[in-house]
T-cell receptor, first 113, second 113 residues
Framework: ETGVTQTPRHLVMGMTNKKSLKCEQHLGHNAMYWYKQSAKKPLELMFVYNFKEQTENNSVPSRFSPECPNSSHLFLHLHTLQPEDSALYLC????????????FGAGSRLTVL | SQELEQSPQSLIVQEGKNLTINCTSSKTLYGLYWYKQKYGEGLIFLMMLQKGGEEKSHEKITAKLDEKKQQSSLHITASQPSHAGIYLCGADLSGEYGNKLVFGAGTILRVKS
């Protein structure tokens, strides 16, 4: 247990579904991140929130919609996804946004049919 | 090409053998982070290196950042089955406050007992 909890751990959805991934951290961190991990590819940074404000959107398609209601919670809303969006989605947090130690959750494995 | 190149991509070693994983960048590494990942799970932080020539050890794992700060190596002594997993390096390539980490594609380590 790292202190960053992601739910659900596994999700299967059709291309027309709407679903959400949830991330919660109990570390008192102020920055939260969404990463996408696909097979044999480097982790791709998707979004960064710093003190609830989005500070990075790494050219992510609008079918991915993040939400950060407070510094402890981060959501990723999914809508009309494509099969190539199937991946492991990792949430992370850090004390402040930037190049310091990230604490990762266990990930949500998403399969889009 | 990727900003961080890891080598080898995968590695199978006999239990008890030593091994080295490399992480190379074409840019100066302002901070270099090593993480370990069990398949399908989140990343666990291992070590952080910031100064050229710096070396850190934790149990049987040693990481170094070369003097020119463009390459790091991770060395495991007397490997054990518990060392198996995916090793990823992450780096700050700009040194600017608030910068995000970029990651290598990872090295898959299998240890045969």
């Amino acid at each position: 247990e790292t202190g960053v909890t992601q739910t659900p751990r596994h999700l299967v959805m059709g291309m027309t579904n709407k679903k959400s991934l949830k991330c919660e951290q109990h570390l008192g961190h102020n920055a939260m991140y969404w990463y996408k991990q696909s097979a044999k590819k480097p982790l791709e940074l998707m979004f960064v929130y710093n003190f609830k404000e989005q500070t990075e959107n790494n050219s992510v398609p609008s079918r991915f919609s993040p939400e950060c209601p407070n510094s402890s919670h981060l959501f990723l809303h999914l809508h009309t996804l494509q099969p190539e969006d199937s991946a492991l989605y990792l949430c992370a947090s850090s004390q402040v946004s930037g190049a310091n130690v990230l604490t990762f959750g266990a990930g949500s494995r998403l399969t889009v049919l | 090409s990727q900003e961080l190149e890891q080598s080898p991509q995968s590695l199978i070693v006999q239990e008890g053998k030593n091994l080295t994983i490399n992480c190379t960048s074409s840019k100066t590494l302002y901070g270099l982070y090593w993480y370990k990942q069990k398949y399908g799970e989140g990343l666990i932080f291992l070590m952080m290196l910031q100064k050229g020539g710096e070396e850190k050890s934790h149990e049987k794992i040693t990481a170094k950042l070369d003097e020119k700060k463009q390459q790091s190596s991770l060395h495991i002594t007397a490997s054990q089955p518990s060392h198996a997993g995916i090793y990823l390096c992450g780096a700050d390539l700009s040194g600017e406050y608030g910068n995000k980490l970029v990651f290598g594609a990872g090295t898959i380590l299998r240890v045969k007992s």
